[in-house]
C-alpha cells in the first residue's frame, strides 16, 4: 500500500491498521486512563491586537497557539504579570480548542452569556469601548468656614 493509498482510507481504519501493526505503541496508548473532553472556557478573554480586540472564543487554534507564545514571550517586563494571566486565559482555550477545533464557544463575556462566532485564523477586530462618562468617586476637600452658618450649633462653632 502506497502512504497515498492509505491516507485515502477513512480514519478510524488508519488507525485500526496502526494498532494492529505496532502492537506495543498499541498497548502504551490503551495503558493509561480514559480521556475526558475538557469544559468549555467559563469566561471569554480579549485579545489585544493592532486597532483593538479579537475575542479568544472566536480565534482558531493556530491563532491561539500564535497569540499564547506571545504572551508568554514577555516582552517589557512592566507588563509580566498582564502577559503571564493572558497566557494562562489563553491556554484554556487551546486545550479546549484542540478537543472542538470548529465548535462555537458558548460562555460569558462582560457578564452576559452568548455564543461566539465561528472560530477563525482572521477573527473580527473590535474596536476599545469608550470609558464612560460616569462620574468617578469624589476626593474629599477642605472646606472653608463660609460654608457653614452655625447651624443647630448656638454658638456658632463647629464640634
Known amino acids: 500500500m ?15 491498521k ?3 501493526a505496532y502492537p506495543q505503541m498499541a498497548a502504551k496508548v490503551m495503558a493509561g486512563e480514559p480521556m475526558r473532553a475538557p469544559f468549555a472556557p467559563k469566561f ?7 486597532g483593538g480586540y479579537i475575542w ?6 493556530e491563532s491561539l497557539r500564535f497569540w499564547h507564545g506571545r504572551a508568554k514571550s514577555g516582552g517589557d517586563p512592566k507588563y ?11 491556554s484554556f482555550f487551546i486545550i479546549w480548542r484542540e478537543w472542538f477545533p470548529v465548535e462555537r464557544w458558548t460562555g460569558e463575556r462582560n457578564r452576559q452569556q452568548v455564543t461566539a462566532d465561528p472560530p477563525s485564523g482572521k477573527s ?3 474596536e476599545w469601548e469608550a470609558k464612560s462618562d460616569a462620574p ?9 468656614d463660609d460654608d457653614y452658618s ?3 450649633d448656638a454658638d456658632g462653632k463647629y464640634f
Open 150 to 152: 452655625g447651624g443647630d
Open 18 to 20: 496502526l494498532f494492529d
Open 2 to 16: 502506497t502512504p497515498e493509498e492509505f491516507f485515502a482510507l477513512p480514519v478510524a481504519i488508519q488507525l485500526k
Open 44 to 50: 471569554d478573554t480579549r485579545i489585544r491586537v493592532k
Open 124 to 126: 473580527t477586530v473590535r
Open 80 to 90: 509580566k504579570e498582564k502577559n503571564e494571566k493572558d497566557a494562562k486565559a489563553l
Open 56 to 61: 479568544a472564543s472566536e480565534t482558531s487554534l
Open 136 to 144: 468617578r468617586a469624589t476626593t474629599a476637600t477642605s472646606f472653608d
